[in-house]
């Protein structure tokens, strides 16, 4: 559920009625066991067919379980690329057009690419981690290690996790050593 608003009751009002809606979710859900509603989640997902905020948002929250569960399934569906292509529409390109920037993604394992202008570097890697990268699940060492930024300027790198990069956990050793 998305509001568009104009001053500050109508966005409370707004507000309140997701946290309910959203609350009422949880408590329907309350009593069935996690695995069903996992599966319910993906389910979700696996028939979203529209490249939209929520497809988004569900195909990143259901991942974010299923690294929790070490469940590697769904990595290769459509809606991933689409996921990412989204996000790229929505956050990154239009943040780099402002500075005059613009950077391709090919997704290696999908086959699938998002254009950019002609000569712009490109960064490659599967669907699942480009779309991970871009959502803020990877430190940016994960990130590094998981993808080819070829000729990516660094600028562009600082500003590829949407929502800030992941924090490398306390002692934890980076990819590759």
Do not use: C
């Amino acid at each position: 559920m998305v509001a568009i608003t104009t001053d500050g009751a109508e966005a409370d009002q707004a507000a309140q009625q997701r946290d309910a809606w959203t609350q009422g979710g949880v408590e329907e859900r309350r009593a069935k066991p996690f695995a069903e509603v996992l599966e319910e989640w993906a389910n979700v997902v696996v028939e979203l067919t529209e490249p939209t905020a929520i497809a988004v948002d569900a195909t990143m929250h259901l991942f974010d379980i299923q690294e929790t569960l070490d469940d590697e399934s769904g990595r290769d569906l459509p809606i991933v690329f689409d996921a990412l292509a989204t996000y790229h529409h929505i956050s990154l390109g239009p943040k780099l057009e402002r500075l005059g920037l613009s950077v391709g993604v090919t997704a290696t394992d999908a086959g699938e690419s998002i254009e950019a202008n002609d000569g712009a570097p490109v960064v490659r890697g599967s669907a699942y981690d480009l779309l991970r990268t871009f959502g803020g699940r990877r430190t940016q060492a994960e990130a590094d290690s998981l993808l080819d930024r070829g000729e990516t300027p660094d600028i562009v790198r600082h500003m590829w996790a949407a929502y800030g990069w992941k924090e490398q956990a306390a002692g934890a050793q980076e990819p590759g050593q």
